[in-house]
């Protein structure tokens, strides 16, 4: 069985951080390129950022970049999303997906794991 558990979300006001976690059960997660989405309402789903399993190179959306961090905590099985100067336009739904290949050395990932979601509320 395989399962993702987000957590770590909240509210917050306009500049402050929060460090989203998501637990993986199963496989470990330095096997598999991981992922943070995410969903605000009325919108469809969103990339925020991305790790490879290889080198732990780090790619994230525009919308976020220099702003959070992806990364990994392999001892704990468990990838991290440090946000922060949040903005009002990052109140969303964030979601922690996992590659369906372990070991991709090519294609494109294709996130087939995701967990439950953890709620960001950010107030200007």
């Known amino acids: 069985q395989v399962q993702l558990v987000e957590s770590g979300g909240g509210f917050v006001q306009a500049g402050e951080s929060l460090r989203l976690s998501c637990a993986a059960s199963g496989r470990s997660v330095s096997s598999y390129n991981m992922a943070w989405f995410r969903q605000a309402p009325g919108k469809e789903r969103e990339f925020i950022a991305a790790?490879?399993?290889?080198?732990?190179?780090?790619t994230y959306a525009d919308s976020v970049k220099g702003r959070f961090t992806i990364s990994r905590e392999n001892a704990k099985n468990t990838v991290h999303l440090e946000m922060n100067s949040l903005k009002p336009e990052d109140t969303a739904v964030y979601y922690c997906?996992?590659?369906?290949?372990?070991?991709?050395?090519?294609?494109?990932?294709?996130?087939?794991?995701w967990g439950q979601g953890t709620q960001v509320t950010v107030s200007s």
């Open positions: 790790i490879t399993w290889s080198e732990g190179t780090a």
């Open positions: 997906a996992r590659d369906r290949l372990e070991f991709r050395v090519a294609g494109e990932p294709k996130y087939d794991y």
